[in-house]
């Protein structure tokens, strides 16, 4: 019969990452190795043709070169190549004297020396050696590179022109990998928010599954089942408060007829008393569990000046046979809202039996209606002349089963917390405040339209 | 006047019976729905009292075929289910009133009277309240046989009142009765006629009183202990 009362907040503990930002991050990793990869292959890969090509001139030359050697009878060298070369070269014998060497050996040996320093000639050198019929000959070959072949055509493409359009691109595919993931998680975010629509209440919602990614619809499902099992326990527990219902006020219906049939009129009056006690009690145990297991409709638009005046034409006979008056004011022009009729009234019923417990006879109950006003709801209030709420009780009568110090008399402490669970659910208030003659005033009041 | 009770709870029948009885109502009892049926189809009943979880039927059920058959009998249901209420009353109820168990008797008796004086119902001749006594067939009033000497507005409001005798009634619905929805009403007309009233019943030592409601309407009730 009870249910939770709005549990604390869980705290939110830290999320292990949303999935946007771990796919993001991934995928946009993956994004940018990739393009490096794609992008510095070609030019890693023209670096080494590059030295590959060299080599293979150098060698080339080599070969020339050893071609062109000849000796003289003297033991002289004579190199027998073209003025016109594209290099340069040394010819030692083994103990390391030159024994010829080309017009530009010397300034090119020393760049050689120090080859590899950028933004100077590329100058290579190769060496080996021959075996002559008079001995071997130590051969160093040194090649200069003087302008930009074609390979280093291709690498200057690479980094001038086709790495500032891949950046780009990269760019462009990290944003629809971004976009592309969000459009595919959207419909979680619908999910969330029909799964936030589920109370003891509206156990009747069940999670969107169209449109949802396939991963996540078995999820949904076993979710939604889920949900089946436990709508089925509402029902029953539905089933059991209306079975309640039958079987308390029927017993009880049994008893009162039975006491109003007995001679005895003032053991009557009495009895009277007590079951009145009684089938207040259940009466009210029965609207909590109507209220935890019904869906209030607080979209309907009402009227709360007719409300109070119907129910106070229906109440007065009460109030008039336990010698309290009963006035309605600010009910001449309709005030509209929007609510749950049944429930707002059993919210007032509750405050004047409330008053008609609490105030002394042949006092006066006032209902006062008045209308919303900017930024503020329309209000539905209640006055008795009674000793009023004591200050400490003030914030603690809303509890279930508690009741004030100053109570006497039957009552189960349900009445206000039924009231407070009512204006709560409408977004509203119920206000428990002092009237200016001393007794107490209970105002409900309900959210600006 | 003759009232059928078709109520299953055997105990609950018998005090009901009694306890009606006391208020003057002749209580004929049944306990399930082909009884009901079979009583009805046999006798005139001035009013039933419908229990609507029978034994071998649903009471509701028993109310359409009532009126499908175009018996325009009062019907008062009890039930022990708050929630039907506002459906019983309904277009598709067709119950003209209900009560939700546990309930008084007298509460039930006035409810049973309310409904016998609607129109369509066989109207009760004379209405009592306290020592009051109004009849509506000569329209006079007396308090313990003396005769109250009573105009013509003062007769309708006070036969407005006790018509609806412990129950309150609105001062619009109060002054759409006496003075018709065409009049022009002066502000305070319909205040001065009540106190008139209550001047005369309290001359003629009536023990009921006509009770004002600020901002509801006007209830008359037996004051006495």
Known sequence: ?449 | MRLLLVEDNDRLAHFLVKGLGAEGFAVDHVGLVDEAEAALATMRFDAILLDLGLPDGDGMDLLRRLRAKGDTTPILVTTARGDLGDRLKGLDGGADDYLIKPFEIAELAARLRALLRRPGAVMSREIELGNLRFDAESRTATVEGRALALGRRETELLEALIRRGGRAIAKSALENTIYGLAGEVEPNALEVLVSRLRRRLAEAGATAQIHTLRGIGYLMADGAP
């Not at chain 1, 008079?134 to 040194?142: M, T, Y």
């Not at chain 1, 589920?198 to 396939?214: C, H, K, M, Q």
């Not at chain 1, 006020?249 to 006690?277: C, M, N, W, Y």
């Not at chain 1, 009552?411 to 009237?435: D, F, K, P, Q, Y």
């Open chain 1, 1 to 449: 019969m009870t249910s939770p009362e709005p549990s604390p907040a869980i705290e939110a503990r830290h999320p292990s990452g949303s999935l946007t930002s771990r796919l993001g991050w991934r995928l946009g990793g993956l994004f940018v190795v990739a393009f490096l990869v794609a992008g510095l292959l070609p030019y890693i890969n023209s670096r080494d043709d590059r030295s590959e090509v060299m080599a293979e001139t150098l060698q080339a030359d080599m070969r020339l070169l050893a071609k062109a050697i000849a000796r003289e009878p003297d033991g002289r060298i004579a190199v027998g190549l073209p003025q016109e070369i594209h290099f340069a070269y040394r010819v030692r014998d083994p103990n390391g004297a030159v024994l010829a060497k080309s017009d530009g050996w010397d300034g090119l040996q020393a760049n050689a020396m120090k080859a590899g320093k950028p933004g100077e000639l590329q100058v290579s050198m190769l060496s080996g050696h021959i075996d002559m019929p008079q001995g071997p000959l130590l051969l160093d070959v040194v090649l200069v590179d003087r302008g930009p072949s074609l390979i280093d055509g291709l690498v200057n493409e690479w980094g001038d022109e086709i790495l500032p359009l891949l950046l780009p691109v990269l760019g462009t595919a990290l944003l629809i990998g971004v976009w592309t993931i969000r459009r595919s998680l959207a419909p979680l975010a619908r999910v969330a928010d029909a799964a936030s629509a589920i109370t003891p209440r509206e156990t009747g919602v069940r999670l969107p599954s169209d449109d949802l990614p396939a991963e996540l619809v078995p999820l949904v499902t076993a979710v939604n089942d889920a949900l089946d099992r436990l709508a089925e326990g509402f029902r029953h527990q539905r089933e059991f408060a209306a079975d309640a219902a039958h079987e308390l006020r029927t017993p009880l219906a049994v008893l009162s007829a039975h006491i109003e049939t007995l001679p005895d009129k003032a053991a009557v009056a009495s009895l009277k008393q007590d079951l009145f006690g009684m089938r207040r009690l259940v009466d009210q145990m029965l609207a909590v569990a109507e209220l935890d297991a019904r869906p209030l409709h607080v979209d309907a638009e009402i009227d709360l000046a007719a409300l109070a005046v119907e129910l106070a034409t229906a109440m007065a006979p009460l109030c008039l046979a336990q010698h309290r008056d009963l006035a309605v004011t600010g009910a001449e022009h309709p005030v509209r809202v929007h609510g749950d009729g049944a429930a707002l009234r059993r919210a007032l019923r509750n405050l004047i039996e409330n008053a008609i417990a609490h105030s002394p006879e042949r006092s006066a109950i006032e209902i006062r209606v008045t209308a919303a006003a900017a930024g503020r709801g329309a209000t539905m209030s209640v006055r008795d002349s009674g000793p009023g709420f004591a200050p400490a009780d003030r914030a603690r009568v809303t509890q279930r089963f508690y009741r004030g110090r100053r109570a006497k008399g039957p009552g189960a402490g349900l009445g206000l917390a039924i009231v407070a669970r009512i204006m709560a659910v409408h977004g509203g208030r119920l206000e428990i405040g002092a009237a200016p003659g001393g007794g107490a005033e209970v105002t409900l009041r309900l959210p600006p339209l």
